[in-house]
């Protein structure tokens, strides 16, 4: 999945704004489903983030194309671990483990069969 | 009520992010309500912006603390015209008029007497 | 240029925030530059909205695929105006004209030739 | 410090959107310095990120009112670690640390006193 950076994404730093990256990873997530004609998100149900533990490597800056590559790294019925990193060309940028739940009406579920298949 | 200009609402050209200033003026009309113990978003009913028409004046920069003036200019049973202005100390910044619907079920509605009152 | 819908621009009334339509024709308008191997943003160089007239239409919501049409209707030496309309296939959800003027140190400026021939 | 949940701030999930937490911290951040009258930005020296250890503990929604509570937990020459919790009325909603260090011209650079000094 590939981002570009856009002035929204950046700040008076002149580099993107540090909690934007977790955008382009959720992106990049949402995008998983999408590509499948599936989505991550249904009335009361969806996935919800309960961990990041992210690594700011090197900044992106105004007009950069991005790669975003994302692993999964534990797979539970009701929630997963992914493992994203964001590259610009072969320099990595960012690295984030996301730890993800499950919910149906606010309360822990099992991940529908449908979408959990996405992750094989 | 008063805006602080964060590392969020800046960009590359170490001015305030275009789109931003529309936040600011919802930010205000929302507090409005919520001012007053009431909230302008139910279950199914809302308002939402028909129009915009905006002219920006001078930018805003980070650290800046801005106010936001807000005024009804027309008040139907359905919609409103609010115009709204953003001043850093005695100077202009930006000013626009939002045309708003309140709506339940995606339809339009009359709005309830409670959040009418709320313009007096 | 295609827009996806993503988590981050959608709001409680699961619709698109309205601010993220203005979001959306800045990334169309960046990516006339970007197409042509420019920038639109130089170190103290670039464009800045001076005004914006917008209708909204119809609601984006979450997965959609939209598109960004743009188109330019007056061209000056310093400033330009755009008209520009967001479709979700050949539903017309948004439309907006953007007069851009542009500044070389926080002042206006004359458009550089190669940023001007863009528009041709 | 107080943050209000306005419409920018959630999503189609009715939630706080999960990137904002880490606006809302970097705020409290940057006040620490704007109420001593302060900034943590200079032109080419700022704070960047490093790291994000975060725990989403309750979801915000629509109209909350939260505090942000700020610590500073481990404080060297050129960087620091913030512990930092967001709190509705009593129940704890989001907690993460925080690595920051300070560039200037891009590279680590000792933090400057007047600034280090707003930690004691």
Redesign the interface.
Known sequence: MQI?I???D??????V????Y??FC??AR??LF?QKGL?P?KENE?F?????????VK?A???DLLDVQSKLTIKKSASIVMEQKIYRDDELLFE?SFKLAYLKD?RPCKIPKELFDVFE
């Open positions: 570009r856009y002035y929204e950046t700040d008076v730093g002149r580099v704004y540090y909690a934007n977790l955008k959720e992106r949402s995008e999408f989505s998100h969806f919800v983030v309960k961990e990041v533990h992210a690594n700011y900044s800056v105004f007009g984030a606010y």
